[in-house]
């Protein structure tokens, strides 16, 4: 969201060195009055849309920051109900080491049975982005899938293969 304003203010200033596209495609660097207004329309329309996707984004802004790292945010970030939870795992020093070995979500998922107010909150933040991350490969191997060469109805068998993590031992199904 800060970006969205960077990059207005930029525009405002005709300085387009954050689009290099754009500044390379400017003769002479001149950012007419026009172009600028469309481009600050754009920008204002790309942020509009994003608050309607992600419409309480200002309001969690400060719970991301927890579940990004526990440890160098104060109690006052976090919600009420999980004040009490949050400070027993903001100065447990095990956890801290675990913070700074393991990545995100095992770190929550392994605290979850010792710390499970917190951690469930942050365990359904980062949900979300796993959720949309698979809802998008499957759209793009649905893309890749279903050519006018490959048109089947059904892709269900097709997708799960595509998508599955598991790599097939060609050599034992050969044997």
Same mark, same amino acid.
Request: hydrophobic fraction near 25%; charge should be positive.
């Given at each position: 969201m800060t970006k969205f304003d960077l990059? %207005? *203010?930029r525009i405002q200033q /005709?300085?387009?060195a954050t689009f290099s596209y754009l500044d390379s495609a400017l003769i002479h660097g001149n950012l007419d009055s026009e172009l600028k207004k469309h481009i600050i329309t754009h920008l204002t329309d790309l942020e509009t849309e994003f608050i309607k996707y992600f419409p309480d984004v200002d309001k969690k802004r400060e719970v991301w920051k927890v579940v990004r790292n526990p440890f160098q945010c104060e109690v006052t970030d976090v919600l009420d109900e999980v004040q009490q939870e949050f400070l027993e795992l903001k100065f447990?020093?095990?956890s801290k080491r675990d913070f700074k070995e393991l990545d995100h979500e =095992?770190?929550?998922? %392994? +605290?979850l049975p010792v710390y499970p107010l917190i951690s469930h909150r942050a365990l359904r933040i980062l949900a979300m982005f796993g *959720? =949309? +991350?698979l809802s998008e490969a499957v759209f793009s191997t649905l893309v890749a899938v279903k050519t006018k060469y490959r048109?089947? $109805?059904n892709v269900e068998r097709n $997708? /799960? *293969?595509a998508l599955s993590g598991i790599q097939p031992s060609i050599q034992d199904f050969c044997s």
């Open positions: 990059w %207005k *203010c /005709r300085n387009t447990n020093s095990p =095992t770190f929550w998922i %392994k +605290y *959720c =949309t +991350y048109n089947r $109805l $997708l /799960r *293969c």
